[in-house]
């Protein structure tokens, strides 16, 4: 790509692996010629109006040059690909399956985001929607006129939501205007208006453009929400829409005075029994919030002095901890794993956006609401007691590993500690095997975090040589289960830690902490523990079978 920089082309994104390929050299070239040929072909069949098959063949083309090669084209190519693409998909009486076509391609030109910013790209959003009406609202379709394949829903609703970053701030007013007719509580065309609402609305622009922005419909809808306690049908579309603002726009909306409330039906909306009945109204199981969009929601609450959301998170999971417990078992039980699964790694994420992600033109959290390390420490300590119940479930430990794994990445200082008691207690017990999977589960899942030298932890990799050491019994080829998953326990940590005898090292560098010198010392154990492992177990199972 060298001869390109110099020539004054910089690719936009280009596949970083295909420079490891044994012809790397040649793919410049390729690339190009592949390029000029689908640009001057797709711009042609434009001309001659030569849909089917002109311009269906070279959209394919450019698809598979994405795959290929990546988004290695300039700035000014991708916005005329996106452009040409956007006013082909949003032709009137186009075929389905070329709209299809032409919408997976857009999408794939839309999906890194950082890569163009709104003022180097603006599309019009009426076309867009006029061609949902069509669709999704079809007058025909149930007539047998006309036949739309099933999966044009999602795919539609998944060009609006790429698309819509892109349109102009005067486009909030202009949707505001088409749909604020139809809010009324008492009629089933209020479910469309707040679909519609969730679908379209932009969400992420500068700080300079909020007020033609959320602003514009912010507290109208939030004043409906609170003023709604039934639970109807398009509860979940608003909902869904105050998560993505919440997330789009951390510190530039105040939730403080809605917080209490939203815990609440958040708590309402989990569906777990009360009483002794344990009776649950139908209507609820239908109408819950989506956990993904609540997961996203409570995850934008948290950060900023003087914020009561950590406050109110760990009393939700207080009043549902008890939920978690093994014994308890029951149709909710599917939900609550998956927000115990999910809320870490949201906020992983939302960690890595603050400290670890590339600038780009997207608006940065304010330092204000960032998240500290005291408040990780206190979103660790509020979801440990249920994950450290949750590990026992009947449904398996596997939500409860992939909870432990992202709370170690933030905190492992808080949560390894009590795990590892229950791993060293599960070892040393042989009458409870359920006990031992679970726990070897949630260590394989927080393995990186325990070994890695520059976290909160350095103690944790202490632990290494001991662990190993008790989880030989458990290759018992009578209990398979148990046996698989202390291979595969072993497997992680020996792929993670080299087994080499280090104890001379002390004596040839004066550069050691304390702690590494221990370290050292301790993998002259490493012999004993592979020398056990082949003997005692592989060798011995391989004469018995």
């Not at 209507?283 to 956990?291: A, E, Q």
């Not at 939920?323 to 149709?331: A, D, I, K, L, Q």
């Not at 998240?371 to 479930?393: I, K, N, P, V, Y």
């Not at 590892?420 to 031992?436: C, G, Q, R, S, V």
């Amino acid at each position: 790509m060298s001869s390109d920089f110099s020539g004054g082309f910089v690719p936009q994104k280009g596949i970083v692996y295909n420079s490891l390929l044994p012809y790397a050299d040649k793919l410049d070239q390729e690339a190009t010629e592949l390029l000029s040929e689908i640009k001057t072909n797709l711009c042609r069949a434009v001309l001659l109006r030569e849909l089917w098959p002109g311009v269906a063949f070279w959209s394919r083309k450019l698809f598979s040059f994405l795959k290929l090669y990546g988004r290695r084209f300039s700035k000014e190519d991708h916005i005329l690909f996106i452009k040409l693409l956007y006013e082909l998909v949003t032709l009137p009486n186009l075929e389905p399956n070329m709209m299809q076509c032409y919408a997976r391609l857009l999408i794939q030109l839309l999906k890194k985001k950082e890569l163009l910013s709104r003022d180097d790209l603006q599309l019009p959003w009426r076309p867009l929607y006029d061609l949902y009406e069509r669709v999704i609202y079809s007058k025909t379709e149930h007539l047998g006129l006309i036949w739309f394949p099933n999966s044009v829903d999602h795919i539609l609703k998944a060009l609006i939501k790429s698309c819509r970053l892109y349109f102009p701030s005067s486009s909030t007013k202009e949707m505001l205007d088409e749909w604020r007719p139809l809010l009324c509580v008492f009629d089933v065309v209020m479910q469309k208006a707040i679909s519609n609402m969730e679908l379209f609305l932009p969400t992420i622009m500068p700080p300079g453009e909020h007020s033609h922005g959320f602003q514009l419909w912010f507290n109208e809808l939030m004043n409906l929400w609170m003023a709604v306690q039934n639970q109807p049908s398009w509860e979940g579309h608003l909902v869904n829409l105050f998560a993505r603002l919440a997330n789009d726009n951390i510190g530039y909306v105040d939730w403080t005075p809605y917080i209490p409330t939203i815990f609440t039906r958040i708590l309402r909306s989990l569906n777990l029994p009360v009483g002794v009945s344990q009776i649950v109204a139908p209507r609820y199981l239908t109408n819950s919030y989506d956990i993904g969009y609540l997961v996203l929601w409570i995850t934008a609450l948290l950060g900023g002095a003087g914020n009561p959301a950590q406050k109110e998170l760990t009393c939700l999971f207080n009043s549902i901890a008890s939920f978690y417990h093994p014994s308890n078992h029951g149709r909710w039980q599917s939900r609550l794993m998956r927000l115990l699964q999910r809320l870490p790694v949201s906020v992983v994420r939302r960690v890595h956006r603050e400290r670890h992600a590339a600038p780009s033109w997207i608006t940065v959290v304010p330092e204000s609401h960032r998240l500290s390390d005291a408040d990780l420490q206190e979103f660790t300590r509020s979801l440990t007691g249920a994950a450290l119940l949750a590990m026992f479930s009947k449904t398996g430990s596997t939500d409860a590993a992939y909870a432990f794994q992202n709370l170690a990445l933030l905190t492992p200082q808080l949560v390894i500690p009590p795990v590892l008691e229950k791993t060293y207690a599960a070892i040393e017990t042989l009458t409870e095997p359920h006990t031992l999977t679970a726990t070897l589960s949630c260590m394989i899942g927080m393995a990186r975090s325990l070994v890695s030298p520059n976290n909160h932890y350095p103690e944790g990799r202490a632990h290494v040589l001991p662990l190993l050491m008790g989880s030989l019994p458990g290759i018992d080829p009578n209990d398979f289960s148990k046996c698989m998953i202390t291979f595969q326990f072993i497997t992680t940590f020996t792929a993670l830690v080299p087994l080499v005898d280090c104890s001379s090292a002390p004596f040839q560098r004066s550069d050691l902490t304390e702690i590494e010198k221990d370290l050292c010392f301790a993998s002259a154990g490493f012999e004993d523990f592979v020398l056990q492992f082949l003997d005692r177990n592989v060798f011995l199972k391989v004469e018995s079978s």
